[in-house]
């Protein structure tokens, strides 16, 4: 009995020093501590303060149609991003936030395909950078593709590369220099997701400050 004594002491220390490591793990670590997890709806505020959020009429339960609640509340944000950048599956197509775009970069295989990436950059400026006829031409088999628009009375032609689907990235930073022209407070950014697709935003330089500690990679767009 006795040899078992010692035996028992170092069994008990050896518990009682794991519940205190234990214990201040968790004090460290919030989330593993059983703190609840960011809704949906709290992410939404996040990013509202941020500048982006839902356009009328559109609700949380417009979200929750392309993917479950459980989904959205993961500790990322990407999910909840791409939602907002999606449009509506049915007509009139909307936008679910009009300075948000889920953009899958190989989209250019027919004539328009410039076109609609003019309006919605036009479109996520929200009056910051007007542009009017807009036409394009898309020719992937004789590789000729080029996009016209006027901007401030003038006339603008950019040639653009053909690479099979792959929309050409100068495109994108002509818009860049021309918002900062019309409007310096504001600023296109990007979102890496990883893959063909990307999260393309516009918001004030102010706004894009606001997600940092958020996990939320955006950056400018060049």
């Known amino acids: 009995m006795k040899t078992l004594i010692p035996i028992l002491v170092v069994a008990i220390v050896a518990v009682v020093i794991l519940l205190v490591k234990a214990t201040s793990h968790r004090r460290s670590n919030p989330s593993s501590a059983g703190d609840p997890q960011t809704t949906l709806e709290q992410k939404l505020e ?8 839902l356009a009328e009429p559109f609700t949380c339960d417009d979200l929750l149609k392309s993917r479950n609640r459980t989904d959205y509340e993961r500790p990322s944000y990407d999910l909840i991003l791409i939602g907002l950048g999606m449009m509506e599956e049915q007509e009139p197509h909307r936008s679910h936030c009009v300075n948000l775009w889920h953009f899958d970069t190989e989209c250019i295989e027919d004539p328009g395909a410039y076109k609609r990436i003019a309006e919605r950059m036009s479109e996520m400026a929200e009056g910051s950078l007007s542009i009017e006829n807009i036409q394009d031409h898309v020719d992937v088999e ?15 032609k950019i040639q653009c ?3 099979d689907d792959w ?16 409007d310096p407070s ?7 997701l990883g893959g063909q697709d990307c999260l393309i935003g516009c918001v004030t330089k102010e706004q894009l400050k606001r ?3 958020k996990g939320i990679r955006f950056a400018p767009l060049t």
């Open 46 to 53: 996040v990013l509202a303060s941020c500048g982006l959020r």
């Open 142 to 156: 004789n590789r000729e593709a080029w996009l016209s628009f006027s901007f401030r009375g003038k006339d603008i």
């Open 161 to 163: 590369e053909v690479g």
């Open 167 to 182: 929309a050409d990235p100068t495109v994108f930073s002509r818009f860049v220099e021309l918002l900062a022209q019309s």
């Open 186 to 192: 504001k600023i296109y950014v990007c979102y890496d």
């Open 211 to 213: 997600p940092n500690g």
